[in-house]
């Protein structure tokens, strides 16, 4: 009879998963129990084993295929199932297969051991993974461990058609990375830049080891810096109005909603605005590709209690008003400072805004939260002497100043779209409507 093999459920929260590899390929018989594909989520890799034996007739999806649970993966021709089966016909099996894996793990443990021998035996290394797709689970692994994507091509590979696994990863840790340090060789190049090899006198003094959060800020804006040609546009704008309005209202606000009114709903409400104008700012880059999104979702760094930065998120900034971007501002930095965010609180950040003027900063050059294309940076707003043009001409006044600086990545962002941008932004700040209601 015909069967649908759906993508299994794998966890509350899992709502797809990557096709890693078809283990049985169209046309072939396989037994109840032989495994069909291999399937990953961001939180574990999976086997999807046959319901009962019988003929792969057509595969619906690709490997590196994304699949919705649920979602139908292939046709089956499948036997009816034998229910007679002896005890004895079920133990000989289960021994036969308690072998087999044995067996397996053993050749897979040799495969590997040989592996590390030659690549540890040899000068420079070399790439025994040559299949350059992990899954989400080891990229995971990987984060976690803050193990680059090169060093994970040098890890001795045992799945099938040479995927790592993730067994495969814990054993490379335990052995003690023994490809942490190797570097390629190749030839010299004379015109090349040489990093000078210089001895620094680090001092001496109180030694504080980083925490996990720190290290993994740290490698990420080190990975921003090198993967994204930053550039950096600065405006400035004229904030009297918005400032003016905020003074005026804040109150009456608070005790209409029960929200405060901060700077920072009023800074999102713009920038969502401008962002929605400028469409190719809100993306990210995968590859040779450009993923311009279709949600607007603000990310706005704040500081923890510990003195790190995260980054909760405003989720379709662009599609809600003053009151609820305020609570959702609100909720947010409450809940960072209590240590209370959790994961969807700071997933699916599309574009950033870093206030760095809360410290006193008059401006800054930010650095992009990947995968954005971009983040802006709001310095203080301070009062200063401005000539402004009135109905008797130029006159100077005191106003109400602020610099906005943004940084951008210039593989896909260029310096009209990267300046129009912060200049719309500055635009909506002061052009702020004084007679707004509430």
């Known amino acids: 009879m015909t069967f649908e093999?759906?993508?299994p459920k794998m966890g509350e929260s899992i709502t797809e998963g990557t096709i890693i590899n078809w283990l049985v390929s169209e046309g072939d018989t396989f037994e109840e129990g032989d495994i069909i594909l291999e399937v990953a989520t961001d939180k574990v890799d999976n086997e999807v084993p046959a319901p009962a034996s019988g003929t792969l007739v057509k595969t619906l999806f690709q490997a590196k295929d994304v699949v919705p649970v649920g979602e139908v993966l292939a046709i089956l021709e499948v036997l009816e199932e034998k229910k007679s089966k002896s005890n004895s016909n079920m133990n000989s099996k289960e021994e036969t297969k308690a072998v087999s894996s044995s067996a397996v793990e053993n050749k897979a443990n040799k495969k590997r051991t040989k592996l590390v021998q030659k690549v540890s035996n040899s000068t420079s290394y070399s790439v025994s993974n040559s299949n350059l797709f992990f899954s989400p689970l080891?990229?995971?692994?990987?984060?976690?461990?803050?193990?680059?994507?090169?060093?994970?091509a040098r890890i001795p590979a045992t799945g099938h058609e040479g995927r790592l696994r993730k067994s495969d990863v814990f054993q490379y840790i335990e052995d003690g990375r023994p490809f942490k340090f190797a570097q390629p060789v190749a030839e010299k190049d004379p015109t090349a830049y040489r990093i000078p090899q210089l001895q620094f006198d680090k001092g001496k003094g109180k030694v504080i080891e980083m925490d996990r959060m720190r290290q993994m800020i740290a490698d990420h804006m080190v990975y921003s810096k090198h993967t994204s040609p930053h550039v950096t546009a600065y405006v400035e704008a004229d904030m009297t109005n918005m400032v003016n309005w905020?003074?005026?209202?804040?109150?009456?606000?608070?005790?209409?909603?029960?929200?405060?009114?901060?700077?920072?709903p009023l800074f999102v409400e713009a920038v969502a605005k401008?962002?929605?104008d400028f469409p190719n700012i809100n993306a990210s880059v995968d590859g040779n590709n450009i993923i311009v999104k279709e949600a607007?979702?603000?990310?706005?760094?704040?500081?923890?209690?510990?003195?790190?930065?995260?980054?909760?998120?405003?989720?379709?900034?662009?599609?809600?008003?003053?009151?609820?971007i305020a609570s959702n501002v609100n909720e947010l930095a409450e809940k960072a400072r209590e240590n209370k965010l959790v994961g969807d609180d700071i997933?699916?950040?599309?574009?950033?805004i870093s206030n760095v003027g809360t410290f006193g900063s008059v401006m800054g050059t930010p650095?992009?939260?990947?995968?954005e294309v971009a983040i802006l940076a709001l310095g203080i707003i301070k009062k200063r002497p401005e000539v402004i043009e009135t109905e008797n001409g130029d006159e100077i006044a005191i106003r109400s100043m602020m610099y906005l600086s943004l940084s951008f990545d210039h593989r896909v962002v260029d310096g009209f779209l990267g300046g129009s941008f912060v200049r719309r932004v500055a635009d909506y700040f002061e052009q702020f409507d004084t007679n707004r209601k509430i």
């Open 296 to 324: 607007i979702n603000i990310g706005m760094a704040t500081a923890l209690p510990s003195g790190n930065l995260i980054v909760p998120v405003v989720k379709n900034a662009d599609t809600k008003d003053l009151k609820t």
């Open 5 to 7: 093999l759906k993508m």
């Open 246 to 264: 905020r003074n005026a209202n804040k109150v009456a606000f608070q005790e209409k909603y029960g929200e405060r009114l901060t700077f920072t």
């Open 138 to 152: 080891i990229i995971k692994i990987a984060k976690e461990h803050h193990i680059s994507f090169e060093e994970l």
């Open 367 to 371: 650095i992009i939260n990947q995968p």
């Open 274 to 276: 401008a962002v929605k």
């Open 347 to 352: 997933k699916g950040s599309t574009f950033t």
